[in-house]
């Protein structure tokens, strides 16, 4: 649930793309890199993550760790004015058919709303984020429906829990077209690579994709 100062408590809203977004991301990317404990790799996920994609008006990042420790990780980003998101769905998450360990924040009171996604890396939830981000990258058609599907959700569904639950029971079709995509250009998640600046492994998203 959002808190009480992030604006689609009230209302949600999917705007056109923002060329903006990108570098934006890119920033809380090296932020976190260095905040997080033990982060293994930072990605710009989710739909402000693909260029010409609609979206709320809130970024998504993912920050994959070896060990979920809530008690380094919790304090680790609250120092930075991270809020965890409290609900069970942002703790927990299932993909596959197997339940993964998760956390869930926001930003800083008052500040540029994001979520962080702290997964355990390697998961099949960290695969489905970068598939899904990479397919729409790839595939306009795809991209074009998905953005229309959500631009016209949002018309008529304005609540965020509302709103979540129908585009998560679409997402699953989506993602039948991005796993042939994958087998047939013989994608994979693109291993961490390590930062010079912070000696750390840390992926900085570059707007490309996993493929060949």
Known sequence: MPFADESFAERVEVVPF??????????????????????Q??????????????????????????????DDVVPALAAHGFRVRPE??????????????????????????????????GGRN????????????ADADARH?????KARLAETVTNLTDYGQIKAAAQPLLMQHAERWAAETRWTVVPSARSQAHDCPVVRDSGGWGGP
């Open 18 to 39: 923002d060329p903006g977004w990108a570098a934006e991301a890119a920033a809380y990317v090296d932020l976190l890199g260095e905040v997080v404990p033990g982060a």
């Open 41 to 70: 790799a930072v990605d710009h996920i989710g739909s402000t993550s693909v260029p010409g994609l609609p979206a709320k008006n809130c970024l998504d990042l993912m920050v994959q760790v070896v060990e979920l420790d809530e």
């Open 88 to 121: 069970p769905w942002n703790r927990h998450e299932a993909t596959d058919g197997t339940t993964h360990r998760k956390l869930v924040f926001a930003g800083p009171d008052g500040g540029r709303q994001v979520n962080v996604h702290v997964r355990i890396a």
């Open 126 to 137: 960290v695969r489905y984020a970068l598939l899904f981000r990479d397919f729409l990258r």
């Open 145 to 149: 429906a998905w953005g229309g599907f």
